[in-house]
């Protein structure tokens, strides 16, 4: 628990998982692709991406992750996910600000709004036309999304919608 809280104040955005119930929901919205190349930004425990490449196993996919107990059960199940299902997930620890994401196809993130903004220049400048983003919950204050998936949750359940966007 103690890991958890100090790994938190190490993050701009804490660690919550999406509920595992919305990850088809998720995979759906991507549309997903052959050749596609799937990165998670603030990958948490890699629950997006070990989903997808279950399902989808020759694509690319990248979780970037900035705080430490999230990513070492990402990294850990990163490893076991390769031995065991030979998926393929690359888990890097690294502020996904810094990272060049020029290569992606598809991205996901369940991120806080203010981030969510703070990303736009850099979506501008990196990704490729026709990039498809899908966001949890939050949406960019100043980019209007090409699609919304109400996904009739509770009023206290966490991630209500899917936010879908084309670069």
């Known amino acids: 628990m103690l890991l958890w809280m100090w790994s938190n104040m190490w993050a701009k955005v804490p660690f919550v998982g999406?509920?595992?119930?919305v990850l088809k929901n998720i995979e759906e919205a991507l549309e997903l692709q052959?050749?596609?190349t799937v990165y998670d930004l603030?990958?948490?425990d890699g629950r997006v991406l070990f989903y997808l490449a279950k399902n989808?196993?020759?694509?690319k996919y990248v979780g970037i992750e900035n705080s430490p107990f999230p990513f070492v059960i990402a990294k850990f199940l990163s490893w076991w996910h390769k031995r065991v299902n030979n998926i393929d997930v690359k888990i890097i620890k690294e502020d996904f600000f810094k990272i060049n994401i020029g290569d992606a196809t598809h991205i996901f993130t369940y991120l806080y709004p203010n981030i969510m903004d703070d990303l736009l220049p850099k979506f501008d400048r990196e990704l490729k036309k026709g990039t498809r983003l899908v966001s949890a919950s939050f949406h960019f204050t100043s980019n209007r999304a090409?699609?919304?998936i109400d996904l009739k949750r509770g009023k206290y359940q966490l991630?209500?919608?899917l936010y879908i966007y084309q670069f």
């Open 18 to 21: 999406v509920p595992v119930h």
């Open 42 to 44: 603030g990958c948490g």
């Open 146 to 148: 090409i699609g919304e």
């Open 159 to 161: 991630a209500k919608k």
């Open 34 to 36: 052959d050749g596609s």
């Open 56 to 59: 989808n196993p020759k694509l």
